[in-house]
Every structure is written in C-alpha cells, then in structure tokens.
C-alpha cells in the first residue's frame, strides 16, 4: 500500500474506497452466525407466547413499541440539547479538525449527515450513536487535542477512519436492534454467538482506518494510543507488545473469556493490523519485522500465522449457524409439548393386538384433572370437563382446572376447581383474582378467611356479583391443598349464594 503524507492538502483524494475489499474476512459468517442465532430465538419466544397466552405476545409488543416511541423522542431532544452544551464540528468552529472529517469521507466516499460534537468531558472517550437516522460521533475535547496539529493528523484520521467507517460499512444499522436487544437480555443470552461479529466489525473498523491513512507507522500508533494511552504510546516498545499479544493468542482461559466480550482484547487487535498490514502493505510489514529482535521475529511470525487462520475460519461457525435453529426447535418442542393436549392418539391403535392375559396389570397413578374430579360431590362430578383455557389472572403455577355444571335444584349453576403447584401460587393467584374485592364479610360482597367445622382455618371466602347482577359468585380456597374453586348463579342472592356454601362445602374432598 502506497505511503502518503497524511497532512498533505495538495494530495488528490483517492477513489472512493471498496468497503468490502479491507471487511475483515470473517465479518460476514459471524455475522450470519448472529443472525440466526437471534431469529432462532425470537420466533421460538414468539411461538411460546402464542401456545402460553397471545396477550402476554401482544402486551410485549405494545411494551416495544411504546418504547421505541419514547427513544425515538428522547433522541431528538438529546440532540437538541448537544446544540446548546457541545461544540459542532464544523470548518468556522474548528477547522483542523473538519479538514480531517472532510478527508476521511472522501477516502470512504461517504456523504451521508454525521454530526460531529466536541464536549469537555466523556467516558467512553468517544461514542457513536446511530438511531432513526440520526448519526453523532460525540468526542471528548482532551482525545484529539494533540493529534489536530496538521503533523500529527495521521493518528486523528485514523481515529476518524474507525468511526466514519462503521457508518459505511453499514455496521450501525443494527444499532438499535443491538438495543433491543441489550435491554431484554436476549444479547445476554447468546453473547458467544453475537459478540464474534462484534468482534470482527471492531478489527473491519481497524481495516478501514488503514486504508484512510494509507501509512503503516502511523497506523502502528494510533492502535499504541489506544493500548496505552497518549501519554505512554510513544515510549512502548514493539517487542513487549508482540510477545505479550502472543502470549493472549495462545491462552485458552483468555480466549474463554473473549467469546462474551462485543470487543476483542487489544492486544489481538495489534496482532490483526499487522496481519492486514502484511497483506495490503507488505513492504511496510517486512520493514517492521526487521527491526524486531530475531527470535521476537519467530514468535511474531507464528502469530499472525495463527491469526490469518482464525480469519479464514468460517466451517465451525456454519456447523454452528445449523445447529442453533435444530436446537430452538428441539427446546421449543420441549416447552410447548405440554401445552398441546388436545389429541393425544391412542398408543398401538394401527399395530396388531398384543394378548396380554399373561402381563402383570401395571397400576397407572390419576391424573390431576381425574384428582380433581373425584373430590367433587356427585351433582358437579358428572359433568366435568377440562378448563382449556383458564382466565389469565388464575394461569401461574396452575396445575389442572376442570369446569363442571349441575342441574341440581337449589344449588350453583356451575363451578371451576383450579389446582396450583404450591399453596404460594394458589395466594398469588387469589390476591390476583380477587384484588377488586374489599375485606368484610361474604352477606355484604366481600372477602375474609373462612373456618371448618373443627374451627381450623382453611383459606379465603369472597362473595361477590358480576358486572351488571348477571350472576352471584363464590369463590373460596383451600390453602394446604393448593385449590380455588369458583361456584356462580344467576338465580341467587348473596345471602342464598353464602347460605349454599354453607351446606356445599364439606362435600368438596379436599384434606
């Protein structure tokens, strides 16, 4: 690659450059890995949510939503704050630093809107935003000020370069994807396979800089600069540097602990720009190696041997890309399995008859539902049927729920016995349902704790009519047992209702 003075204003800008002849190589099967790993992933969330509840589906999307919207406003209103507590960059308000600006869209032949602010004080540095179109590179003031001299503005193009460069190569598109996806912990979930695309837009970002500097040395130190910082990367020694980047590559517990990290480790960093110096600059690269001590040499030629190859290495991640939807699929099969419970076949129904005069009976335990069932008296059990589909409120933790009618007189037209996992979730369950239903008694349309004939307490009473009188309804609970059972009339007053009770519950077995 051809060395040209960076400071030069008489230097014609080159064409236009090719994004993706210096996109690191690997760049674009992580980036499939990524993909499809988090679609995998949403549409097996997605699919849940339908088979669970379609309106937890619907809130969530409503929540996204309303959420964007308040980002969306929120953006604006930031960058109309930054109008009245930074600097814009531009060739009246500082104009070295524009000059550099301007060159580097011309090397990237990119002309897109990018407000550039310079403000006192930051950490990180300098960040770069990119939501609903609107691009800001926001830089802290002590950063840059030793590189905007005109000799010294290699380094600040190269800075620029990292930036500008993610914009064309298009890597902040996903910015507010990644967004989403950092706030619901999705990212969290499947950072060793989203953070190695992270990882090779950073070394693309490194490319790009090169290629708009066009001068290895200065490349060299702008990545000292970001080891090190600005006041020590003159005095740091190259062959420190590649013993100990070598010494990173090789380390299995460090390589374990960049698979979660967005960004690589800095070291592998220099390794890479070398690797790509090698390529694009050859001469440059050879003249960096002779310097270097020659077993320093060795060790650094084994490294970026090794660093082209993970480069090159696309077949794991294809392996991978393939085997992460199989997976979803499996454990989406694994999650919603239970929830389809409408046909269930009859095992052996098209195989031949097995006589099985001579087999020992094996005894096969109740099912919920059938338990149930049997603990209810006479007039509702014969009428039972499962509950398909439970009101929201009373779905958490639950474990069977039967709906049975009764023709008998004097008594509910109808009752539904819910069975929870453990009394905890039957009282979450009952605060839940019955929140809208004061304290007091049961003649007066309210709720309090109920007492059995030994005078032992056994859960919660609430009586209570339904929107417009329709009906009457009682709903009490068992709490050792983990039951709710909902009795209701249209005949009925609340004095008839809690008489009924009276008489009907110690029918109900529950122990």
């Not at 069977?400 to 004097?410: D, F, I, L, P």
Request: hydrophobic share 50%.
């Amino acid at each position: 690659m051809t060395q040209v003075d960076p400071t030069s204003d008489t230097t014609t800008p080159p064409r236009p450059l090719d994004i993706d002849a210096v996109r690191h190589p690997a760049e674009p099967s992580r980036f499939a890995l990524a993909v499809t790993c988090v679609i995998a992933v949403l549409i097996a969330l997605v699919v849940w949510l339908i088979v669970v509840d379609v309106s937890l589906l619907v809130y969530a999307v409503l929540v996204l939503v309303g959420a964007l919207l308040a980002l969306w406003v929120a953006i604006q209103f930031w960058r109309l704050r930054l109008l009245g507590d930074a600097v814009l960059v531009t060739s009246q308000s500082l104009p070295g630093l524009q000059s550099a600006v301007d060159r580097v869209r011309a090397t990237l032949g990119y002309q897109r809107r990018v407000d550039i602010f310079v403000v006192p004080n930051l950490s990180p540095r300098i960040q770069l935003t990119s939501y609903f179109g609107v691009r800001a590179l926001l830089i802290e003031g002590g950063a840059v000020a030793d590189i905007t001299a005109p000799a010294a503005q290699g380094q600040l193009l190269f800075l620029l370069g990292t930036y500008l460069g993610a914009f064309k190569a298009k890597h902040d598109r996903w910015a507010l994807a990644e967004l989403v996806l950092d706030n619901t912990g999705v990212r969290t979930l499947l950072a060793p396979f989203v953070a190695p695309w992270l990882r090779t837009t950073v070394y693309t970002g490194d490319q790009i800089a090169y290629a708009c500097t066009r001068d290895f040395r200065l490349s060299l130190a702008a990545v000292y600069r970001v080891l090190i910082g600005r006041e020590l990367s003159d005095q740091l020694a190259a062959p420190g540097l590649v013993l100990q980047s070598e010494r990173v590559a090789r380390s299995r517990y460090m390589r374990m602990a960049e698979m979660f990290r967005p960004v690589p480790h800095t070291t592998n960093r220099f390794l890479n720009l070398l690797r790509f110096a090698d390529e694009v600059d050859p001469e440059a690269a050879r003249a960096f190696r002779a310097e270097l001590p020659d077993d320093v040499a060795q060790v650094l030629d084994r490294a970026l041997a090794r660093t082209a190859r993970g480069a090159r290495r696309t077949a794991s991640v294809v392996t991978v890309t393939v085997a992460v939807p199989v997976l979803s699929l499996a454990l989406l099969l694994a999650v919603t399995q239970p929830a389809f419970t409408g046909w269930q076949g009859s095992p052996g129904a098209f195989e031949d008859p097995v006589d099985t005069s001579e087999v020992d009976t094996v005894d096969v335990p109740p099912s919920p539902t059938e338990v149930l069932t049997a603990a209810l008296p006479a007039e509702f059990s014969d009428s039972c049927a499962d509950l398909s589909t439970p009101t929201v409120e009373l779905s958490i933790g639950l474990v069977a729920a039967v709906e049975c009618s009764s023709t008998a007189v004097g008594g509910a037209d109808w009752v539904e016995v819910y069975a929870y996992d453990s009394p905890a979730s039957l009282k979450a369950a009952t605060d839940d349902f019955l929140m809208f239903v004061s304290y007091g008694d049961c003649l007066d349309g309210a709720r309090s704790e109920w007492l059995d004939g030994d005078g032992a307490e056994r859960g919660v009473l609430a009586c209570y009519y339904t929107d417009g009188y329709e009906e009457v309804v009682a709903v009490w609970t068992y709490d050792a047992d983990g039951v709710m059972v909902l009795a209701a009339d249209a005949e009925m007053l609340l004095d008839e209702m809690y008489a009924w009770w009276q008489t009907a519950s110690p029918t109900f077995a529950f122990q």
